[in-house]
């Protein structure tokens, strides 16, 4: 089994909500990482776990907050969040290991900040 | 540092068309390389993969060989089909399992009937 599943699919929020993006895999990867896409544009890397450890964030505003809860969860709380983060955001997972271990992708959740 | 180059799209071929999109690479040592799909309206998938010179990586009729001397990793079918229609993204790997990857911008293919 490869699959990474995403809840939700679609996600329609206001600029004051408050809602959070979840992620799960069962292939025992202990890297996860979520990614932000615009359209047209290859995605973006915002932050990654390593053994259930924040490892690496790229600068991304304190209204995204990343949750590794457990191996298998990886969470993103979204507040205050502005129109241009409209997206659709992926999650991806991957052994530790090498550099030559395949990153396998959800299928991402629609974001539309109104 | 490290990055990813592709050819700009959008590709638009006829069915049964041979398909060549160019992928070069930099990288401060020597990277595994991976072509990914994305389909409209889906996340990624991975296509193929090459993780040391002169390895070739090929699934679904699609093949790319890992050429150091020339740092590219360019993508071949021989025959494409309109359900290839989708985008498709180069991106190299360094160090460890745990870096992210490095994407090029994405090649948009549209096969027609």
């Known amino acids: 089994d490869t699959e990474v599943t995403q809840t939700p699919k679609h996600l329609v929020m206001g600029m004051t909500n408050k809602k959070s993006l979840k992620c799960e895999q069962h292939m025992g990867h202990r890297a996860m990482y979520w990614y932000k896409q615009k359209a047209k544009k290859p995605p973006e890397l915002m932050f990654v776990y390593s053994y259930e450890k924040l490892s690496i964030n790229e600068s991304v505003p304190s209204r995204f907050s990343p949750e590794c809860p457990n191996s298998s969860l990886l969470n993103l709380h979204l507040h205050a969040l502005q129109p241009e983060d409209s997206a659709l955001y992926l999650c991806?997972?991957?052994?530790?290991?090498?550099?030559?271990?395949?990153?396998?992708f959800g299928p991402g959740t629609r974001l539309l900040v109104l | 540092g490290n990055s990813v180059t592709q050819m700009e799209g959008p590709v638009t071929l006829s069915e049964e068309a041979f398909l060549t999109i160019n992928c070069t690479y930099t990288a401060t040592g020597y990277p595994s390389l991976f072509w990914y799909v994305q389909y409209p309206g889906e996340g990624l998938q991975l296509l193929l993969k090459?993780?040391?010179?002169?390895d070739k990586g090929s699934n679904k009729g699609f093949e790319a060989t890992y050429r150091k001397e020339t740092t590219s990793f360019h993508l071949e079918k021989g025959s494409v089909q309109v359900s290839d229609s989708a985008v498709y993204f180069c991106?190299?790997?360094?160090?460890?399992?745990?870096?992210?990857?490095?994407f090029g911008k994405g090649t948009r293919l549209s096969v027609i009937a």
């Open positions: 991106a190299l790997r360094i160090n460890s399992g745990n870096t992210p990857l490095v």
């Open positions: 991806a997972s991957s052994q530790v290991g090498t550099q030559q271990e395949t990153q396998y």
């Open positions: 090459a993780t040391k010179a002169d």
